[in-house]
Every structure is written in C-alpha cells, then in structure tokens.
C-alpha cells in the first residue's frame, strides 16, 4: 500500500502506513524514499541509522552520500555491502567519476551479468576506445534497452548507420 500511495504522489498516507510499521525494513525504504524525494536528507538518513544492516535502505544512504559529494561516506556502505549488486553499481560509478576505471573494472567482472554494472562498463570502454569490448557487452545484453542505446552511440560514432537504425 505504501508502494502504491508513493506512486500516486499521496505521500501522506504512506507515512501513515510508515508510522504503522516503523521496524519493518521494507516500508521503512520507503519512508527513506519519500524523504529523499522531497529533498529531506536528515530524514533519510535517520532511517538510515535504525536500519544500518538492510542493503536497499543503505543503498539510498549511498546515493544520498553521492549527491551530496561524500564519496567517502558512499564507500563505506560500498565496503560493508561488496555482494549487493546495486550498491555496487554506485561504487562503479563512483569510480568511473574519479577516473579509476581499472576499480570499476574489478567490479564488473564481480558482476558481469548484472546489467546497470555492465552498462557502467559499456561507458568505461568507449571512453577508452575500446568499441569491441563495448560491443562485447552490447551482444551480451541485446535486451538492456540502456546498453542497447550506448550501442546506437556507438555505431553513429563509427558511421554504421544501418547498425544504428537496427
């Protein structure tokens, strides 16, 4: 229920269904979820505190770290969460930020059929010229429409056209 109140924009009724469970992990997320929507980070990050084992909450610390430039902050949660494949996709870009492409490599191959992770080394190749890993990538991904878009880039860059407009 809480879902579906965020999706229609009643954020009220969903932090009465929050104030109905505050232990319960998965509304919590979404409470965090609300407050960071709204752009209330200490909010976020009080929920982040009471639940500091739960990867998806931790997950939203990491992306508020990240907007708000603590990267160090980020790779802590990043360090204590080296399993969880979304929290790792955040370090990937954190390191992609950072120029560390060999550090975001290392996380792609720890996660090579995770998809955002894979498109993140998408980025990493054509950055360093490296089309055909890139295009490795893209055939191995042929249904991720976000790395099937950095391949269009990519055959526009090399003037295939026709590979493009498939």
Same mark, same amino acid.
């Given at each position: 229920m809480?879902?579906i109140?965020?999706?229609?924009?009643d954020? @009220?009724?969903a932090?009465?269904?929050?104030?109905?469970? @505050?232990?319960?992990?998965?509304?919590?997320?979404?409470m965090?979820?609300?407050a960071t929507?709204?752009?209330?980070?200490?909010?976020?990050?009080?929920?982040?505190?009471k639940?500091?084992?739960?990867?998806?909450?931790?997950?939203?610390?990491?992306?508020?770290?990240?907007?708000?430039?603590?990267?160090?902050?980020a790779?802590e949660?990043?360090?204590?969460?080296?399993?969880?494949?979304?929290?790792?996709s955040?370090?990937?870009?954190?390191?992609?930020?950072?120029?560390?492409?060999?550090?975001?490599?290392?996380?792609?191959?720890?996660f090579?059929?995770?998809?955002p992770i894979?498109?993140?080394?998408?980025?990493?190749?054509?950055?360093?010229?490296?089309y055909?890993?890139?295009k490795?990538?893209? @055939?191995?991904?042929?249904?991720?429409?976000?790395?099937?878009?950095?391949?269009?880039?990519?055959?526009?860059?090399e003037?295939?056209?026709?590979?493009?407009e498939?």
């Amino acid at each position: 229920m809480a879902i579906i109140a965020i999706r229609q924009g009643d954020y @009220e009724k969903a932090r009465e269904i929050g104030k109905k469970f @505050e232990n319960y992990a998965p509304i919590q997320s979404q409470m965090a979820t609300i407050a960071t929507k709204q752009g209330d980070y200490e909010k976020a990050k009080e929920i982040g505190k009471k639940f500091r084992d739960d990867a998806p909450i931790q997950s939203q610390m990491a992306t508020i770290a990240i907007k708000q430039g603590d990267y160090e902050k980020a790779k802590e949660i990043g360090e204590k969460f080296r399993n969880h494949a979304p929290i790792q996709s955040q370090m990937a870009t954190i390191a992609i930020q950072e120029g560390d492409y060999e550090k975001a490599r290392e996380i792609g191959k720890k996660f090579e059929n995770y998809a955002p992770i894979q498109s993140q080394m998408v980025t990493v190749a054509t950055k360093q010229g490296d089309y055909e890993k890139a295009k490795e990538i893209g @055939e191995k991904f042929r249904n991720h429409a976000p790395i099937q878009s950095q391949m269009a880039t990519i055959a526009i860059q090399e003037g295939d056209y026709e590979k493009q407009e498939k």
